[in-house]
């Protein structure tokens, strides 16, 4: 699938950086891809150091079911935009009640 600008939301700056959360039923191995994020492209400014928290969802997005959650960081971006993130840090998404 390709980035969706709609799922993107800042959460704020802090420290000079700024944090995001972007929702999507896409893999972290797609959003961790040096061509899935585009300055150029999606209207985004995303900086080097800026981190994007991703939930990944089984099925519908806000809707369905969680099926991972995890953090990228901007590792680079290129003079025509396009954005390079670090591979996913995951954390487990359990509900034992």
């Not at 809707?63 to 003079?79: K, P, R």
């Not at 390079?84 to 487990?92: G, H, I, Q, W, Y």
Request: glycine share 6%; charged share 15%.
């Amino acid at each position: 699938m390709a980035f969706d600008s709609s799922q993107l939301v800042s959460m704020g700056h802090f420290n000079g950086y700024n944090h995001y959360r972007y929702d999507t039923l896409d893999a972290h191995t797609d959003v961790d891809a040096a061509t899935y994020f585009n300055n150029a492209d999606d209207d985004q400014n995303f900086a080097v150091g800026e981190i994007i928290w991703v939930v990944v969802w089984a099925t519908a997005v806000r809707t369905g079911t969680i099926s991972t959650y995890g953090t990228h960081i901007v590792n680079a971006v290129s003079d025509a935009g396009v954005v390079d993130t670090t591979n996913v840090t995951t954390a487990t998404v359990t509900d034992s009640d």
